[in-house]
């Protein structure tokens, strides 16, 4: 199946065509152990939904402890046993929930479940290649994804329960064991999913990289390709320059932990006995940890803005607004997001210098961010915009891109930050955008390619309600962080009644909590749409957004190769959308320029000399048309 499945794209098609139809699928090789990327990117999804479910329990859970912080809920104890003694949450507990909360949230929800998902799925399809590069490899993939998934959740079946040192695992609570529960096996199963997490990203990406640049079909320059494939194409960079270093500082504190090594460790008491450990430093850990973990937070959101392009310009009916330099944002995003972690360490009393350096890098970064969302605002501008369910969720992602964005404005300056580093400020300004912002980029893009995965189509107005109620919860839910922040509540704390200052919050507290529950009872309308549907929805036709993207000319019924017939060549960029003079208002891209020319993106053609030809061919047949329209 591997060998059939590569092959040079420009080659004729009917050898291999020949291959599948002798090739028998069983139940294994078609929906467990299966190469198709088709069927990966499911794989990829419906574990990221299973995660995401469970991550969003995790926080539920924590959330009436903080709402109810003196209350006993005795169905806790039946759930959770000896993690709710007499119906509370134990304080240790409670800090596992939020590390595994994050964790789960920002690596195998919106990494794995939105990257593995959209980018299996659609650099194949829009790219104009049968597979990815290497089929088998994208299977291991998705499976080191997973035995990392279930060895992430297996730790809530040992008796010490799972890591506790927050989604950062800090030294020297994850790297002294008797510190807290959670520092103890937890954290070493934490750290084994979390290698076999990064070695799926790793094989996942590399497989990306060689498809984007190897197996694009004829006429598929890098200027053709979708803004989609772009930021698939870049995050997989960024996975693959910052992963090894987590994993560097992930093997130094296993010795740390386990070989007596003192790589970030240095005076530490516990109990008043001292420990032998001399010469290290907790500071380390942070430099090697957030050099992965600020573009980690890039690898969330790129792919996220990559979809909101497309369903965008789709559903406003016009081309997008500045394809060049969406891609050169990006790429500025790209490089711009290696040099800034320092901005996670202007309290660790770095030289105010270096915090210098750091604050202009990071606030140079709105640069880029501003050029995207200012692109997005113009391609809705006077678009003929159809509110599907997926648009909603894609004009969603830009309201919570700007407002997330700018405290981050705040949180870039090292003066502001010291105030307000480690308080509901932060929590607040993450959720909305990386929080809110990916995950209304994945359920956009969920909702939009829903008919390509199972060729049918998810229910409208159900999407609706789900977005409504997702949306204003979500604003809900971390709207009010930002003033807790402001007034100084710390975050990681499990009862805040300790302190009188902080008990005027505690309304807020409760507000808060049952707004989340409504934000998760809103994804029950989401969850039955997506397993109904993939059973019982409408049927769809081949192309029902009247898209000009290539994934729309495959049949509705997968197949091997995903193209019955030779790959279709590719003349067009993708975004020719209400073009004056045509008779519908999209032109696919694999429209040849002398039937109808693209005046949406004239540079293509400039040395062109055939094509100059035919535009100026095509201009004296139609001045009439393109002066209506000016
Ligand atoms: C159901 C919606 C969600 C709610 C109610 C929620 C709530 C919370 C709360 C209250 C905390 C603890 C803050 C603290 O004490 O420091 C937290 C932590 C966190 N959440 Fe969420 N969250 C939600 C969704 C998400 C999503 C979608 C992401 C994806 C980026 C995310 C990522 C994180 C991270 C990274 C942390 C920090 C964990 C740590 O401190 O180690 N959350 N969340
Ligand atoms: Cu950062």
Redesign the pocket.
């Known amino acids: 199946m591997a060998t059939a499945a590569i092959h040079n794209p420009t080659a004729t098609h009917h050898d291999e065509h020949h291959d599948h139809a002798h090739h028998h699928e069983t139940f294994l090789t078609k929906y467990v152990f299966s190469q198709d990327h088709k069927m990966i990117a499911k794989q990829f999804l419906i574990t990221g939904i299973v995660m995401g479910v469970i ?2 329990i995790l ?2 859970l ?2 009436i402890q ?1 709402a109810y912080p003196d209350q006993s809920f005795p169905l806790f104890e039946v759930l959770l046993g000896k993690f709710a003694p007499e119906g509370r949450l134990d304080p240790n507990f409670y800090l596992s929930l ?2 595994i ?2 964790t789960i ?2 690596f195998f ?2 990494t794995a479940g939105l990257s593995g998902t959209f980018s299996n799925l659609l650099i194949p399809l829009q790219l104009g290649a049968r597979d990815m590069a290497s089929p088998f490899m994208n299977m291991l993939s998705y499976w080191f994804f997973f035995t990392a998934s279930v060895i992430m959740l297996s730790t809530f079946f040992i008796e010490s329960g799972p890591a506790g040192a ?3 695992i800090y030294p020297p609570l994850s790297a002294v064991a008797k510190s807290m529960p959670g520092s103890g096996l937890g954290m070493t199963l934490w750290l084994v999913s979390m290698t076999l997490f990064v070695a799926s990203s790793l094989i996942g990406g590399i497989n990306y990289i060689s498809t984007v640049l190897n197996m694009r079909t004829k006429g598929m320059d890098l200027w053709k390709m979708p803004l989609t494939i772009w930021s698939f194409f870049l995050t997989a960079i960024v996975g693959l320059l910052s992963f090894p270093v987590l994993v560097a500082a992930v093997v130094l504190l296993i010795f740390d932990r386990s070989f007596g090594t003192s790589f970030y460790l240095s005076d530490i008491y516990v109990a008043g006995q001292a420990l032998p450990n001399e010469g290290g430093s907790p500071i380390l850990w942070q430099h090697l940890f957030w050099f992965l973990g600020h573009p980690e937070v890039y690898i ?1 959101l790129m792919p996220a803005l990559g979809i909101t392009s497309e369903v965008i310009a789709t559903n406003a009916r016009k081309p997008i607004f500045g394809y060049h330099a969406m891609v050169y944002s990006l790429i500025g995003i790209t490089v711009l997001s290696f040099i800034v972690w320092g901005h996670h360490m202007f309290v660790t009393g770095m030289n105010p210098f270096l915090g210098g350096v750091f604050m202009i890098t990071t606030l140079i970064i709105a640069v880029p961010s501003a050029v995207k969302t200012f692109n997005y605002l113009a391609t809705l501008w006077k678009g003929n915009i159809r509110f599907t369910p997926a648009m909603l969720f894609a004009i969603g992602l830009v309201s919570f891109f700007i407002s997330g964005g700018l405290t981050g404005i705040f949180l870039g300056n090292a003066a502001l930050d010291i105030n307000l580093h480690d308080t ?1 400020f932060v ?1 607040a300004h ?2 909305l955008v ?3 912002a ?2 209304f980029g994945m359920l956009s893009g969920i909702y939009h390619w829903f008919p390509k995965m199972f060729g049918r189509l998810m229910n409208a107005k159900l999407g609706y309600l789900h977005f409504w109620l997702t949306f204003i919860s979500a604003y809900l ?1 971390f709207f009010p962080m930002h003033f807790m922040g402001l007034d100084g509540v710390p ?3 499990y009862s805040f009644t300790e302190f009188e200052s902080m008990n005027e919050w505690l309304s807020v507290n409760v507000f808060v909590t049952w707004s ?1 529950i409504l ?2 009872v809103a994804q029950v309308a989401f969850l039955w749409n997506f397993f109904y549907s993939i059973f019982f929805g409408e049927k769809s036709t081949q192309n029902p957004w009247e898209s000009t993207t290539l994934e729309w000319t495959t049949p509705v019924e997968r197949i091997h190769g995903n193209w019955p017939g030779e790959i279709p060549t590719i003349y067009r960029w993708p975004y020719d959308y209400s073009k004056p003079g045509h008779s519908t208002d999209f032109i696919p891209q694999t429209t040849p320029l002398s039937e109808t020319m693209s005046s949406n993106m004239p540079h293509d053609f400039e040395g062109n000399e055939e094509a100059e030809r035919i535009q100026e061919e095509w201009n004296a047949k139609n001045v009439n048309n393109t002066e209506e329209v000016k």
Request: hydrophobic letters at 55%; glycine letters at 12%.
């Open positions: 991550a969003m926080s539920i924590f959330r903080l939020v590390t909360h994050g949230m920002v929800v919106l927050g989604w950062t969330v509901y929590v993450f959720h990386m929080g809110s990916a995950i839910v975050r990681r704390y989340a934000g998760a």
